[in-house]
């Protein structure tokens, strides 16, 4: 993707940016601002608090765990402890969809409620673990549901509301419901990012593993860190079921709980956002010796190249002639659908700044269409995100992630089962299958293009009036002002009203909504009344009124 077409020194306005800072907090975004240089390895400055006063893309802890991880999970009650404003924001407002199958719509699908303590000021002073127990059995009384987690905001870790002794409680009680905690305040650690590893680590210890029935499949795989976001696991489900792979559970777009309790059992974990999951698919692999790999489904060829990969790890010519069979089905029209929009979009440029995974996924399929990235970043992901994971044996803990428990997981003396043995996966691994491995971000990035982490307002302003870039892509927060500014965006975390963007049919999609944006002319007509009339100093004038 990277083929090295030139690209502007962002050296300069990287000074320029740095310039309007105090120097302290210019020395410490430098560290986060890096020019790709392939020649070498280069540090890129990530997962550290956002400076204060910086407007920053983040979200908060307490919305990676509850809303990115266990969100997408269909029949678990996500019962939130705390004020309401809390579930406000939390409530329906990411677009992972899901599939309640045979159960109908009513069925075993609460993904569309929304469930809280509602705290008062006299919770906050007197304790709120009564109203967590009945708001527990009331969702319990009326739902009967297989499973309730409980998500503690800011204010439950102030006031130390024990919701894990309150879970253990309640799931005694009923006998029939697993009932568990989630220490995710808001406050902990430095963004949505300890979120997703408190999620993994209770998923971990209340969830998987605990049903043994053994799947009927013959390939048996689970997808880590696909959320269903505008369709796209369905649209990987649909690929996966005509290759013949039979998916246990997908972590946890589309999921049920029995699918999480039974995922155990595949013979192998594919991950796809790394930021969020890995944490499970290494404690799969140490517990109950389950291999995982990285796979992208963004993009056609990505697609394909995914799919291979899983035909090799079997090594059973049947599942490959099958993958051979239905990437020859499939992928001529998508890359039919990537020559019908070169004509207005080969050579345009693009940015990026999303989450933990997308910025870097996206890239391969704007380079399908002949678009170059010139820059990208992630809001909240590691070191490892950025240069691969052969930094992180020399990433410092820092007091903010010391606040993450990190489980000690053995292998289980019943169900540990390699798998493959150390051999296989050794011949495996010389044939080109890299397991536990990412190479990062910075990998596929072509030399002088512009790594920003954590980037804020002013930076992207900034990287908008030098590069001029053709299409702008991060979230809702940002969307407004980088029109207003004349350059179309796309939401990447929400896809705006579109998707699936994942698999063959939603690489299509993409092309067909990218060459939409690049075709209209619309933002570049918008000027700012102040510019019109000529003015050429604006300002706000106001006065008070007595
Ligand atoms: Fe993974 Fe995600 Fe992302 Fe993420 Fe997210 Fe998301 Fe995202 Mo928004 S899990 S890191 S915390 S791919 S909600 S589905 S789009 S920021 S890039």
Known sequence: MSEDKKLPDPSIIKEEILAKYPPKIARKRAKSMVVVDKSMDQEVQSNVRTIPGIITQRGCCYAGCKGVVLGPTRDIINLVHGPIGCSFYAWLTRRNQTDPGEAGPD?????????????QDSN???????????????????????????????????IGDDVHAVSREMKEKFGDCNVFGFSCEGYKGVSQSAGHHIANNQLFKHVIGRDNTQPEGKYNINLLGEYNIGGDAFELDRIFELCGINVISTFSGNSNVTGFERSHTADLNLVMCHRSINYVAEMMETKYGIPWFKVNFIGGDATAKSLRRIGEYYEDPELIARIEEVITAELPSVKQAAKDVLKTTDGKLAMMFVGGSRAHHYQELFAEMGMTTVSAGYEFAHRDDYEGRKVLPTIKVDADSRNIEELKIEADPELYNP????????????????????????????????????????????????????????????????????????????????????????????????????????????????????????????????
Not at 133 to 152: L, M, R
Request: aromatic share 14%.
């Open 107 to 119: 069925g075993e699908n609460f993904i569309n409620y929304c469930f809280s303590t509602d705290m």
């Open 419 to 546: 798998r493959k043995t150390k051999v296989e996966l050794e011949d495996l691994e010389k044939n080109g299958l890299e397991f536990s491995e990412y190479k990062g971000m910075k990998n596929d990035m072509a030399d002088q293009s512009l790594i920003v982490d954590d980037i804020s307002h002013w930076e992207a302003d900034k990287l908008i009036e030098y590069y001029k870039p053709d299409i702008f892509c991060a979230g809702i927060k940002e969307k407004y002002v980088v029109q207003k500014m004349g350059i179309p965006l796309k939401q990447l975390h929400s896809y705006d009203y579109g998707g699936p963007y994942a698999g063959f049919e939603g690489a299509k999609n993409f092309y067909t909504d990218i060459e939409r944006m690049l075709s209209t002319s619309i933002w570049k007509k918008l000027k700012a009344p102040w510019l019109e009339t000529g003015a050429s100093d604006p300002c706000i004038c106001a006065e008070y009124v007595a």
């Open 124 to 158: 906050i002073v007197f304790g709120g673990e009564k109203k967590l127990k009945q708001a527990i059995q009331e969702a319990y009384d009326i739902f009967k549901p297989k499973a309730i987690g409980v998500f503690s905001t800011c204010p439950v870790g102030l």
